[in-house]
């Protein structure tokens, strides 16, 4: 492949064939020293995006690494089939969504392979198949494709059954009634962050409503939602839009109006429902009055537009002293009502709610944003200073913080209220359904409320590797919040059925946290050495366990491997797992798992995001597609870009003009590569040792930041900084053949994890056999430093970055250029100042009376002050490896004149270097007294 002609997609073709056919991937146990290293595998409900490329690169990435440095790497993969995204997929094709079908006609896909898609195990064949040959493979993942999984076969389903019987035998399956959010097309779902189920509304919590039933004057109840049930004695009116038609229902003996949306919600969570065909406008309950319960006050029923029938019952109790929505509506309402104030409240007068208003200048119903505001100062002050008055009867004198349930519980008790549960916002399945929250009265749960589960998984997080530090902060506290989880739903589901309960199926977070070790039987399972007939209790107990006696060979085999490959290294996944996922993952293990055998580390990045900060979504669409972005920009250029755009921890917003820059380096690597082969040789000491010792200096730093995973920084050191160095190597005329061999090769090397395909190609080009993909990572050679040469380089590199500013900005053109490098006194207060430092005693005291003990300094007193002043600035900004360059002593004067060949070829004027000491020196405006040790002082003229 010619310097100009690098195609990037035939060479990432070939070397993919050629890993594949040489079956690079396979994980082997050769080393003694193994690491697990897996993503987050992917739900099946359509076509990837390059979103989900960023988090399976990292996995590569650091699978190629360790493999380099001599770990035997399992890297495997499968795919979450469970649940309803398939179901919901071939439900599309079933109804013609247009949208669906032209995508897989885009994709190639012809009407009749379409058609087989109506069939959900079709769907999940179909993008299993597209994962691998159209993302993973192509990207050159290294994954063991030996291991290739879903869940919902046969061998997985006796995995998971085996789970549920340690659980079970744990004491960690219990059953209680529980109200699940619910789909009327596909049955019970999950709503989490992860959305695996929806397709809307993951982030909705669930807010308990109490309502309590206001009694017309014929008996029929007006039932009014509330999150403040202790408000009702405040309750001055109710607000019914009449815009709305409401329906009557019969619930056990009583009858209800409420409207038509709040008597589905009602149907899934209270017993004994009946709606009835009459309905009643909005318009014709106004005028009406209505009985609060419990106080037993009469109340004017008025019109509010603002009632929405989506949100709970549809009607509102109105409480303006300390609602401000009310106090607005009532106003503009013009209706002569008197608030009733049942909350003393520190800083507030007879009405809280008309006070907050006129603070904030709230004039009308139409300014929500600033009502917002000022519902949730009311409410925070209520909360945390406010008493109940003398009108709240036995209530009085009760802290609001305190109240709690206590009038909720006695309104139920009496049957004068019952609760209603709600979405915070719309939850939408991924069949188009809104989700519903439905009663059941005997599910089972996991316990992960258990203390002894709860604490003995906060202990082992302290002896896991997770990244972000953050995070593992963080994962305590969520582990303590983490409650009993609904585990089994009934309907159009996929996955294991529940070994407890026939018919009913294991939801998807609850069959995916001890997935990774399946990975170790499904080789065996793939390669048909072992049926799911084999699969007994007994089976998953010797190889996981170690309990019982194996009744084949083959069990030895597999637990050999689960003895040598577990426990996980690195869960690998997005930050929408850190509250779901990744909680499950690791108390399941230390539940179930011998303590050796728990997860070792956790690795969360974040996401890349579309134009606006929202993640991409494959079910919301407007994401590129993948095979379309390696073709555009080729595959290594999109690795470097996800490993270098931004830290793992923080969001990238996908941008074509970005990925193309990457495209373009990578382009360049390859042109340069043949500039450095096509190099005469020419030897120049300093400037030889200066590479080695920068490529050396390189290298430590790119392995201490793959070591912590910290890719961005090492991404940095690789592409640009090394490729800085070599560009200032043959700038400065640098050609020495064996020195710029040693370069390329290890820069080959260092390259090959993040960007394999063009790696291969540069070894290729070298005439090295073999792949670089499994040659050795380089490793620091501590003989190859040489800090006086990094000085002399970056003292050059400042005096010419300074040179050239100066002539950009003069504008003229100079005759001679003068260099004055530092005096001896400042290059021995730059020393004492670097002593103190590593003592860390380093202040502008303790300078000042070290430096003028020494009679030399001392006689400069006045100088040394000044120049004191700014060098413990500089001193402090220092990283450690400039620290130790500069403990190096260097003659300035020397290094300098040693480039004299250099500056003559860049500069057309003549070039002389002083030392600051010189006074014979030319120096007509006394530019010598800002040279520094850091950084020489130039003249031109």
């Known amino acids: 492949m010619e310097q100009e002609t690098y195609n990037y997609i035939v060479s990432e073709q070939k070397w993919q064939k050629q890993w594949f056919d040489d079956k690079l991937y396979e994980a082997t146990k050769k080393n003694k020293k193994k690491f697990f290293i897996h993503f987050a595998y992917p739900g099946v409900s359509g076509y990837l995006h390059v979103g989900h490329m960023r988090g399976f690169t990292y996995c590569d990435v650091i699978a190629r690494y360790k493999k380099m440095i001599g770990y035997d790497v399992l890297f495997p993969a499968g795919f979450h089939a469970s649940g309803i995204p398939s179901i919901s997929f071939s439900k599309k094709i079933e109804r013609k969504d247009e949208t669906t079908i032209r995508l897989l006609k885009e994709n190639g896909c012809t009407d009749a392979f379409i058609k087989k898609l109506t069939d959900p195990k079709e769907v999940i064949n179909y993008f299993s198949h597209v994962y691998v040959e159209d993302y993973w493979k192509r990207f050159g993942f290294l994954i063991d494709y030996t291991r290739l999984m879903n869940t919902i076969s046969e061998g997985y389903n006796q995995f998971i059954i085996w789970q549920f019987h340690k659980l079970n035998e744990h004491g960690l399956l219990i059953q209680k009634p529980h109200f699940a959010p619910y789909c009327p097309q596909c049955g019970p779902v999950a709503v989490d962050k992860s959305e695996t189920d929806v397709s809307k509304g993951g982030n909705a919590e669930v807010l308990e409503f109490t309502i309590i039933k206001f009694i017309l004057s014929d008996g029929t109840i007006l039932p009014a939602a509330t999150l403040r049930p202790e408000t009702i004695f405040g309750v001055t009116n109710m607000w019914v839009n009449p815009e709305v038609l409401y329906q009557k229902v019969k619930i056990n003996n009583e009858t209800w109006i409420c409207s038509e949306q709040c008597v589905d919600k009602l149907t899934y969570q209270l017993d004994d429902v009946k709606p009835l065909p009459e309905r009643i406008s909005g318009k014709d309950l106004l005028g009406k009055t209505c009985k609060i319960p419990i106080v037993n006050r009469e109340v004017p029923i008025l019109p509010g537009l603002f009632a929405d029938p989506t949100i709970a019952t549809g009607i509102v109790m109105s409480v303006p002293a300390h609602a401000p929505y009310d106090w607005v509506a009532l106003v503009e309402s013009k209706e002569h009502i008197d608030p009733i104030t049942i909350i003393d409240v520190q800083g507030f007068g007879t009405n809280p709610a008309k006070e907050i208003c006129d603070q904030l200048g709230i004039k009308s119903q139409k300014e929500t944003q600033k009502l917002d505001e000022a519902t949730d100062i009311i409410y925070k002050k209520e909360f945390h200073t406010g008493y109940l008055n003398n009108h709240c009867g036995q209530y009085a004198k009760i802290k609001v913080s305190d109240i709690k349930d206590t009038v909720k519980n006695d309104l139920i008790t009496k049957n004068l209220g019952v609760v209603l549960r709600e979405f915070s916002q719309d939850v939408l399945c991924r069949c188009g359904e809104r989700v519903q929250i439905k009663q059941i009265p005997d599910q089972w749960f996991i316990k992960y409320s258990d203390e002894t589960l709860t604490a003995n998984s906060k202990e082992h997080v302290e002896t896991m590797n997770i990244y972000p530090e953050e995070y593992k902060q963080e994962l305590p506290k969520i582990l303590d919040w983490f409650g009993d989880r609904a585990v089994i739903r009934k309907g159009s589901w996929l996955g294991?059925?529940?070994?407890?309960?026939?018919?009913?199926?294991?939801?998807?977070?609850?069959?995916?946290?001890?997935?990774?070790?399946?990975?170790?039987?499904?080789?065996?399972?793939?390669?048909?050495?072992?049926?799911?007939?084999?699969?007994?209790?007994?089976?998953?107990?010797?190889?996981?366990?170690?309990?019982?006696?194996?009744?084949?060979?083959?069990?030895?085999?597999?637990?050999?491997?689960?003895?040598?490959?577990?426990?996980?290294?690195?869960?690998?996944?997005?930050?929408?797992?850190?509250?779901?996922?990744?909680?499950?993952?690791?108390?399941?293990?230390?539940?179930?798992?011998?303590?050796?055998?728990?997860?070792?580390?956790?690795?969360?990045?974040?996401?890349?995001?579309?134009?606006?900060?929202?993640?991409?979504?494959?079910?919301?669409?407007?994401?590129?597609?993948?095979?379309?972005?390696?073709?555009?920009?080729?595959?290594?250029?999109?690795?470097?870009?996800?490993?270098?755009?931004?830290?793992?921890?923080?969001?990238?917003?996908?941008?074509?003009?970005?990925?193309?820059?990457?495209?373009?380096?990578?382009?360049?690597?390859?042109?340069?590569?043949?500039?450095?082969?096509?190099?005469?040789?020419?030897?120049?000491?300093?400037?030889?040792?200066?590479?080695?010792?920068?490529?050396?200096?390189?290298?430590?730093?790119?392995?201490?930041?793959?070591?912590?995973?910290?890719?961005?920084?090492?991404?940095?050191?690789?592409?640009?900084?090394?490729?800085?160095?070599?560009?200032?190597?043959?700038?400065?005329?640098?050609?020495?053949?064996?020195?710029?061999?040693?370069?390329?090769?290890?820069?080959?090397?260092?390259?090959?994890?993040?960007?394999?395909?063009?790696?291969?190609?540069?070894?290729?080009?070298?005439?090295?056999?073999?792949?670089?993909?499994?040659?050795?990572?380089?490793?620091?050679?501590?003989?190859?430093?040489?800090?006086?040469?990094?000085?002399?380089?970056?003292?050059?590199?400042?005096?010419?970055?300074?040179?050239?500013?100066?002539?950009?900005?003069?504008?003229?053109?100079?005759?001679?250029?003068?260099?004055?490098?530092?005096?001896?006194?400042?290059?021995?207060?730059?020393?004492?100042?670097?002593?103190?430092?590593?003592?860390?005693?380093?202040?502008?005291?303790?300078?000042?009376?070290?430096?003028?003990?020494?009679?030399?300094?001392?006689?400069?007193?006045?100088?040394?002050?000044?120049?004191?002043?700014?060098?413990?600035?500089?001193?402090?900004?220092?990283?450690?490896?400039?620290?130790?360059?500069?403990?190096?002593?260097?003659?300035?004067?020397?290094?300098?004149?040693?480039?004299?060949?250099?500056?003559?070829?860049?500069?057309?004027?003549?070039?002389?270097?002083?030392?600051?000491?010189?006074?014979?020196?030319?120096?007509?405006?006394?530019?010598?007294?800002?040279?520094?040790?850091?950084?020489?002082?130039?003249?031109?003229?």
């Open 496 to 941: 294991t059925e529940f070994p407890f309960k026939k018919d009913w199926i294991i939801e998807p977070i609850s069959d995916s946290t001890l997935y990774p070790a399946y990975y170790i039987i499904s080789k065996y399972v793939n390669q048909k050495l072992i049926t799911p007939t084999d699969m007994t209790l007994e089976f998953f107990d010797y190889i996981f366990l170690g309990k019982g006696k194996p009744k084949q060979k083959i069990w030895d085999v597999i637990r050999s491997d689960f003895l040598y490959w577990y426990p996980v290294d690195i869960n690998l996944g997005g930050k929408e797992h850190k509250t779901v996922h990744f909680p499950v993952f690791l108390m399941n293990h230390v539940a179930i798992m011998p303590t050796e055998f728990h997860p070792k580390g956790i690795f969360v990045h974040w996401w890349v995001t579309q134009k606006g900060k929202e993640k991409i979504s494959k079910s919301k669409g407007g994401a590129e597609p993948i095979l379309q972005a390696a073709t555009l920009y080729g595959v290594d250029a999109m690795r470097l870009y996800y490993t270098h755009v931004g830290a793992p921890f923080v969001d990238v917003e996908w941008d074509p003009e970005i990925v193309t820059k990457y495209k373009n380096r990578i382009l360049g690597i390859w042109k340069l590569a043949h500039q450095i082969q096509n190099c005469k040789n020419t030897e120049q000491q300093n400037l030889d040792h200066w590479l080695q010792s920068m490529v050396q200096r390189r290298i430590q730093i790119i392995t201490e930041a793959m070591e912590h995973f910290d890719l961005r920084v090492a991404a940095n050191e690789i592409f640009f900084e090394l490729q800085k160095d070599i560009l200032w190597y043959l700038k400065r005329g640098g050609g020495n053949k064996k020195i710029l061999k040693n370069f390329i090769t290890t820069w080959v090397r260092l390259m090959t994890p993040i960007t394999p395909h063009i790696a291969e190609e540069l070894w290729h080009l070298l005439r090295r056999k073999g792949y670089v993909s499994i040659e050795t990572y380089p490793a620091v050679d501590p003989k190859l430093f040489s800090e006086q040469d990094e000085v002399g380089e970056y003292l050059l590199s400042k005096a010419v970055d300074d040179i050239n500013e100066i002539l950009k900005v003069t504008n003229i053109k100079a005759k001679k250029i003068y260099i004055y490098v530092s005096p001896g006194w400042k290059q021995q207060l730059f020393t004492i100042a670097l002593q103190l430092s590593d003592q860390g005693k380093l202040d502008m005291g303790t300078l000042m009376k070290t430096a003028l003990a020494d009679p030399k300094l001392k006689a400069l007193s006045k100088s040394v002050s000044q120049f004191a002043g700014s060098l413990v600035g500089d001193i402090k900004k220092l990283n450690e490896t400039d620290r130790k360059r500069y403990r190096t002593a260097l003659d300035e004067q020397v290094y300098l004149k040693s480039a004299q060949t250099f500056f003559a070829t860049n500069f057309s004027a003549e070039v002389i270097i002083f030392s600051a000491d010189d006074e014979k020196r030319y120096d007509p405006v006394n530019k010598a007294r800002f040279a520094t040790p850091l950084r020489p002082a130039i003249y031109v003229e």
